[in-house]
């Protein structure tokens, strides 16, 4: 029903991408990333960018993230164009829409559990009782409450990524950006992992990935092809 | 968010323990070094600040050219305090003629004390703010009046009070007590003044100032005065510089006498004069030693931020993720400088620590009573200012550097490249201030010794001077001399009128053949008995020295060098001169004997045989006796022959030591600042090296397999520290030589500045670099290839 919702809305999308092209000039000529792509990403949906090693993926997401830059074309993001934005701009940008899931997991080791999923509210100036009912209410969900005091050295990878994913959500952001979220996983936590994010889309957060694995990919509604930078057209 | 920072600061500094070790080591030393500097400036910039007329009260100097040159001196004649009184007596709130501050016997009933005393005017109390204890601020309004210091009162009085009391002054002038003051503070002029007594006392006490009534070339005296509130020391001196001028015959006028009131705020640190204007004093140290101060807290900010940012990779990862979860870079720079501040909070205890436990050394070496402030609010502010401070300073820069990561960049594990020339930067400044530290204490040093070794003129082993301080000691002179003679104490004895280590009075109007009318003739002139000679054993260049056995020389004067040089004497034996309307024959010329200071050149001096004006019994030790055992059978001596006086004597050697207390002082206090400097720079060097050899553990790796040798492998991580090293010895040599040749510039007798101790330096520099280093690269070489390797 909440896919009804959002075809029936057909509001602004929340990303569009118009021609972006990115290079690196190498001697004298470009060596081309990303070619004119176009990009559409409504809000609601579940995308999966994949394609072989160099065709382009890590930096798509990058751009979407606003972590890397492009050479030419436009980025909106939900009708704002988002190029050039200031630091500033692009840290609100992440306090209020968009959550980080990397595949090497990136907590921070010296800070607990429940430390790593409460720093973003705080970043976002939460109140006391607010942050620790989120944070609890996280910690419940992904079943980690034993380990909240604990850091992150001392649990698995597959429980690092949960912490991952839950830091991520604590904001409530619209977007999550997974960078190869199970790359660093086992097959079964890999599954447990792609169930949180059907379920998080189910629940209304748009999610693009970068993935290898179809088996993976098929979790999401739309698959994005690349290819020496160009997007392979809908087949 | 900010326990957030904090706990993240705190984890970490646990976490990595060698560099917060460092950090904090470092960073404590050189907090140490600058609180301690601070409470000196403090005190030295404090000094007379006790009074609360501070800014308005000055002491009377005055200038005189003597062929050509302008000398300035602190006495002035009687006269001039009439003058200024009465002349002048709308610039002034008080004007305090004062005798000098010195020992003087004190006496209550048959309790007999040496204790410092002055004599001075009716007002010096008020001008003072003496704070009264006992009595009446004006106990000086009575002649026969004396207000004792209330450690004075307390010696002879205890708890008594000891109003009213009667006490003699010198075993000869009866006095009244009228009052009692709180004894002024260490760190005051008049410090350790015991009693003041009445100016008209001593007028009355002494015959020979009668004489100087009318006398305005007599300089014997010290004026005191306090400007009127309305009036500027600028102004004052306009109108009073001619005072003396105006006074004096035509014939003295050459000498041009200006009358200059000198600000108390400037006693202390600025009483050196050179062609009539003050320029300097102690303030120079005082700047020295605040750069000083500066200079170290630098130096262990600079290991902060060395460490932290070759450390940066370590803290990358968290700087990119805190983006991408929406920290700005400026809550990141809060963040980074909230451990920084937190660093220098903790090494601000250790600081203090060291500072409370070093302060009785610190004190004694450079003598002064100074205590950690801890109750006075404005010390817990300042102290809050300064380590907030000093963590922006420490933790500014890596803040920035840190916080500007791309966190794609290091997200993805490689971090912008970071070529450490800024690194190399920092580590070339510490070791050039640390060098130069080095230089200019060796040099200190290199001078006080230089002059040490300067030969004095005369025999020092086993010279006591015993002062004659009253009335008693005079007439004793064949009793004692026979006396102890016979008991084999001393070899010999003499009086004279200066004590060895000064002299107490000068002339002028020597008069001889062959003179040029234009040169002011101005002389020290000593009295001394006949065996003085032999007593001090001064050296006999020319000539012979005085004898008994010629009633003639009565009439004959001894000269130094410095007299031949001065008169352009080419045969100066038997050579007549007149002095004070009388004749006298030179007869002998000595080795100049340094009585003044050390560092400067010896003054035209002459000798005359005096049994009456002297002032001070000079014995030359048995050298075969115990000094303990002679002294104890001489001070016998003294109490039977003259009863009633403490017995109090020095040792020529330790009053001529004195003279290079300040210099000494300097030199201690260098050599102290420059170890922890060093050690501060060696601290940041060996925590660089830690860090350079982990960084390439596995390039030391590779090299070991394919067949390095250990020398080659230190030698590659070494090599870089040493290059630093010698830049740094390059920038400090010329640095250091330009500045302790202007520092050298003050001493008439002056000590070179070779250029092996430059060669020294640097090679003690590169020397204590290689064993820091070493320690770190040995180890990183030393390690097992396949452990280092395995980790890839």
Redesign the interface.
Known sequence: MNELNQTDQKSTPMIQLQNVSKWYPVNGSRSFVLRKVNLEVQPGEFISIMGPSGSGKSTLL?II?L??GFNEGAYLFQGKDVAGLK??QI??L??QHI??V?Q?Y??????TVY?NI???L???DVKSAERKARVADLLDRFNIVGKKDLFPAQLSGGQQQLVGIA??LA?QPDLILADEPTGNLNSRQGEEIMEIFRQLNHDGVTIIQVTHSEKNAAYGNRIIELLDGWVKPVS | ?LA?YL??AW??LF?NKKSSFINITGLAAGMAVFIMIALWVRDELSFDRYHQNYDRIGQAWQTQIINGEVFADVSVPFLIGDELATSYASDFNYIVMSSWQGENILSSGEKHLSVEGIFMDTDAPRMLSLAIVEGSMDGLNDKNSVMLSQSAARAFFGTKSPINERMTINRQLDVKVTAVYEDLPFNTSFQGLKFIAPWELYISAEPWIERTKSQWNNNSFQLFAQINDSADFATVNQHIRDAKLKRIPDEDRKYNPQIILHPMKDWHLRSDWKNGQVTGGRIGYVRLFSMIGVFVLFLACINFMNLSTARSERRA??V??????????S?LVLQFLLEAILTAGIALLLSLIIVQLTLPWFNEVAGKKISIPWTSPWFGWTILGFTLLTGVIAGGYPAFFLSAFN??AV?KGTPGRYTGLPRKVLVVMQFTISTVLIIGTLTVYRQIQHTKNRPVGYDRTGLMMVEMKTADFYGKFDVLRTRLKQQGLISELSESSSPLTAVWSNTSGLDWEGKDPNLSTDFANIRVTHEFGETVGWQLKEGRDFSRELASDSASLIINEAAVKFMGLQDPVNMPVTWMGQNFRIIGVVEDMIMNSPFEPVKQTFYQIDYENVNWINLKLHPGKGIQESIRQIEAVFREVIPGIPFEYKFTDTEYAAKFIQEEQIGTLATFFAILAVFISCLGVFGLAAFVAEQRTKEIGIRKITGASLFQLWQLLSGDFILLVLISCLIAIPLSYYGLSQWLQQYHYRSEIPWWLFALTTAGALLITLMTVSFQTLRAALANPVKSLRNE
């Open positions: 990058n993230g972590l890397d630091e500033k840290s609100a992440y306090k959550g980080f990397f090497a990136h907590l921070i080791d010296e800070l430390e409460e720093t973003p705080l970043y976002k830091r991520a904001g | 968010m957030n706990k993240i984890r970490n976490k990862k968290e990119g993720i805190r983006k991408t979860i929406g920290s700005s870079q809550s966190p794609l997200l």
